[in-house]
């Protein structure tokens, strides 16, 4: 392969779940499975219509995501899979994901997702308790989890992340502490730690406004992020993004490109994209995705093209939430210009402020910046 191939990302969204978990606002869907094969067959038809649009682009990283992939048969998957190195130049290292659930796992699908060539596990844990994991909504207990784990190690999967959400109604610090221990004394590649956020249109939402629920304060959500921090850096995993640790090596290569505001194209309903300076998405609906495939077109709507200044602005938003932040020369390379021109204001403010930190060539969100990252990223929207 020569140098000149640019090289970019594929999101491939399958929008079923088994059941919806109450704090959920991705586009997911239980109760329907009889558009599975439907959705798929659509799901190929967008692929090929793609082909001819990535023509020079090297693939360096998938990631199917959802919804649950592993609700559907692994047939499904394979399909896409083999599809994907049809039309596209998938590159030979390429970091292939997919997302996971126990309960919808097996050993088969796990050894069949490897054969296929897929290298890198996501699995939503959330929690450790099975009284916290029922009360979300979770169709699954802790074990299960385990033992899902255990299969994807013996069916060769080398590169495990698992989810947590910290900041679960009735969560206790002991609670987060217990999870943490045992995740991490598991050992998985890559840990995500979200904090939760309560969404309208989800069931914790509806409750939220009923007053039938109290979310945690954010004086405990604080101390459950330290906690990860402090416990996961102490258990050998590098801190390089706000809610993600990896054991060194493992950083996610898919999740990288959005934050680093690199291009990708994203495949099924609801997906985003990001090529040639233009935003876009797909329509969310599973009816309208299919429709419009099977009319042979993409099913593209509100495309937002980025001006100059835009694409700066992202730059920032996005690099800050990286810990080893923004660099000054990488700005200069991209954008030909200097970072202190357009956002130098800015910078001194938010460094007046304790928020951010320039250290040689990176700028970065301090300690308190990072519990604060929202006060910088507003700055740049
Ligand atoms: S499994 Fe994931 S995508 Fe599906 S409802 Fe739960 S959180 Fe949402």
């Not at 109450?22 to 692929?47: T, V, W």
């Not at 897929?118 to 009360?135: E, F, H, P, V, Y």
């Not at 990001?274 to 599973?286: E, G």
């Not at 730059?315 to 660099?327: A, D, K, Y």
Request: with cysteine; charged share 25%; proline share 2%.
């Amino acid at each position: 392969m020569g140098t000149e191939t640019k090289k970019i990302s594929l999101y491939i969204h399958v929008p079923f779940c088994k059941a919806k978990c109450y704090y959920c606002d991705f586009n997911s869907f239980a109760g329907m499975s009889g558009r599975i094969a439907p959705y798929f067959k659509a799901l190929l038809g967008e692929i090929e219509l793609y082909g001819e649009r990535l023509k020079g682009y090297g693939i360096k990283t998938i990631f199917i995501g959802g919804g649950t992939p592993s609700f559907v048969d692994a047939e499904y998957i394979s399909a896409v899979a083999e599809s994907c190195r049809k039309h596209f130049d998938l590159l030979e290292d390429a970091e292939i994901t997919i997302e996971a659930n126990p309960g919808t796992l097996s050993f088969e699908k796990l050894a069949a997702y490897r054969s296929m060539g897929i290298n890198r596990l996501s699995m939503g844990l959330q929690a450790c308790q099975d009284d916290i994991l029922k009360s979300i909504g979770r169709i699954h207990k802790y074990q299960e989890f385990v033992e899902n784990f255990q299969q994807a190690r013996r069916a060769g999967f080398s590169n495990i992340n698992v989810d947590l959400i910290f900041g679960l109604p009735n969560q206790t610090l002991e609670d987060w502490k217990e999870t943490l221990d045992k995740v991490a004394g598991l050992e998985p590649e890559h840990i995500s730690c979200y904090s939760l956020s309560i969404e309208e249109d989800t069931v914790f939402g509806d409750r939220l406004k009923a007053g039938e629920l109290k979310p945690a304060d954010d004086e405990l959500d604080r101390r459950m992020y330290h906690m990860a921090k402090d416990m996961l850096t102490s258990y050998g995993y590098g801190h390089y993004e706000i809610s993600n640790f990896a054991k060194s090596g493992f950083e996610c290569l898919h999740n990288l490109t959005y934050w680093k505001a690199e291009e990708y194209a994203g495949l099924g309903a609801g997906a985003h994209s990001y090529l040639d300076s233009v935003r876009f998405n797909n329509v969310y609906s599973v009816e309208d995705y299919i429709d419009c495939i099977s009319r042979g077109t993409l099913p593209v709507e509100d495309e937002h093209p980025l001006d100059a200044e835009e694409k700066m602005s992202e730059f920032m938003m996005l690099g800050f939430r990286l810990i080893g932040g923004i660099s000054i020369t990488e700005f200069m390379q991209r954008f030909g210009s200097d970072v202190y021109a357009l956002f130098g204001n800015k910078i001194k403010m938010l460094e007046n402020k304790g928020l951010i930190e320039v250290i040689g060539d990176c700028i970065k969100l301090t300690d308190s910046g990072l519990d604060l990252a929202n006060q910088v990223f507003m700055e740049f929207i």
